[in-house]
């Protein structure tokens, strides 16, 4: 049986990581399944999350929202697992009785935090007895109108209590929920491009995407290239820095522009370099807008390597890299796809012409990539299968394409 976990950031009102929704899903079953209820999920969840995976690596040792349904606070479960990181949040269909409220009581006394999640302004009512136990009402935009999302705000704001926008899309809904006093933020507006007309690219973007061009060449000048990195001081010093991390392990130390560049050969530059440029965009974006890109990269390439693209794995590292680059640069796609040092299939990937490609394989690579990432979990079933790869492979990808970004920001 495949299961499927899953993260979704979920940010503060600077768009800095507050924590992250864990997201579970039986491969058998359709969301959380017919067959499979509330309580059985979140034990799964769990048991992924602390035991196989590990809590720190699937929260980047930040916060875990983990949806809790009535069995398993009413049995107790909860208690077997540490407040540390932990928030609890309440389904929307537990039934609001003295035994919850009582347990609510006893979750805030023991260090836990408790959240109400997917609240909506009509139901809000039956919320109020249990309120000053509460510590963030999770406000479902989808399903509040705008000033159904002010009202809740308005009526039950109360010392202590947080209130976080959920299913926030758009920059511009992030913004209006910012303006009505909302203090968290969960959805994908972040990973959506924001064009700035003439927005110029900085010398050392343009260096990056220089080295890139040259690395794209059908005999990649060595002497060129070590000049390039050599023009930069940041660039060089990072350069060095990461060839001399464990990521590549070498036996000696490489202590030129040059060595490295012999030793680490075209495809690992060419990774290295993208890396670099998408992670040194973090002072303009935020810092998961990054993980993200990396994660994409690295789990397009572990994915590949299972598939009959494997020996097009670098490839489908760079595109999984640059299918955010749009956001990354504030830029349209079709704008700056011919600076990517890109295969024209992958380009066309990248530009969402599917019709285009001669191969559907890539395609699939990368909106399987994106749909675990969302936890689409029904759209993914297809691309597994066109792509025969099981969803154990998946979630294995995933987890280590977390892991090895993890790794990453940490040392660049």
């Not at 969803?391 to 294995?396: F, S």
Request: hydrophobic share 40%.
């Amino acid at each position: 049986m495949d299961i499927y976990v899953a993260r979704q950031p979920i940010f503060d009102k600077n768009i800095e990581l507050f924590g992250y929704e864990l997201l579970y899903r039986d491969g058998t079953a359709n969301s959380y399944g017919s067959d499979i209820d509330d309580d059985t999920a979140t034990a799964r969840v769990l048991m992924n999350s602390f035991l196989e995976i590990g809590f720190e690596q699937i929260t980047d040792s930040s916060k875990a929202f983990v949806n809790f349904g009535e069995e398993t606070l009413k049995n107790g479960s909860v208690f077997f697992f540490k407040s540390d990181g932990l928030i609890v949040e309440i389904l929307e269909n537990v039934a609001i009785d003295r035994q919850i409220r009582d347990i609510c009581v006893s979750l805030k006394e023991k260090g836990y935090k408790v959240a109400i999640d997917d609240a909506v302004w009509k139901d809000m009512s039956r919320y109020e007895e249990i309120l000053d136990y509460v510590d963030i009402v999770k406000v479902d935009f989808s399903q509040n109108n705008p000033d159904e999302r002010k009202k809740i705000i308005a009526r039950y704001k109360r010392s202590g209590l947080k209130f976080l926008a959920e299913k926030v899309e758009t920059k511009e809904e992030f913004n209006r929920a910012l303006k009505d006093g909302y203090d968290y933020f969960q959805g994908y507006f972040f990973s959506k491009p924001v064009v700035v007309k003439a927005k110029k690219m900085s010398s050392y973007k343009i260096r990056c995407f220089e080295i890139l061009e040259e690395l794209h060449a059908e005999e990649p000048d060595y002497q060129r290239l070590s000049d390039l990195v050599e023009r930069d001081v940041n660039l060089a010093y990072k350069f060095l820095r990461i060839t001399n991390s464990p990521i590549f392990y070498f036996k000696s130390k490489i202590t030129s522009i040059k060595q490295a560049l012999v030793y680490l050969g075209i495809k690992e530059i060419t990774r290295f370099i993208s890396m670099l440029l998408i992670h040194d965009l973090k002072d303009e974006k935020p810092d998961e807008l990054i993980k993200m890109a990396l994660v994409r990269g690295k789990m397009c390439e572990l994915v590949s390597e299972k598939t009959t693209m494997s020996n097009r794995k670098s490839e489908m590292f760079l595109m999984g890299i640059f299918s955010l680059m749009d956001v990354m640069l504030d830029k349209k796609m079709c704008d700056i796809i011919e600076e990517l040092p890109l295969k024209d299939d992958v380009k066309t990937c990248l530009l969402k012409n599917p019709d285009q490609l001669k191969s559907a394989g890539l395609s699939d690579i990368l909106d399987l990539v994106k749909n675990y990432e969302k936890g689409c979990w029904d759209d993914l079933k297809s691309q597994q299968s066109r792509l025969e790869v099981s969803g154990e492979i998946v979630t294995d990808c995933y987890i280590e394409a977390i892991k090895w970004a993890h790794e990453v920001v940490n040392i660049c």
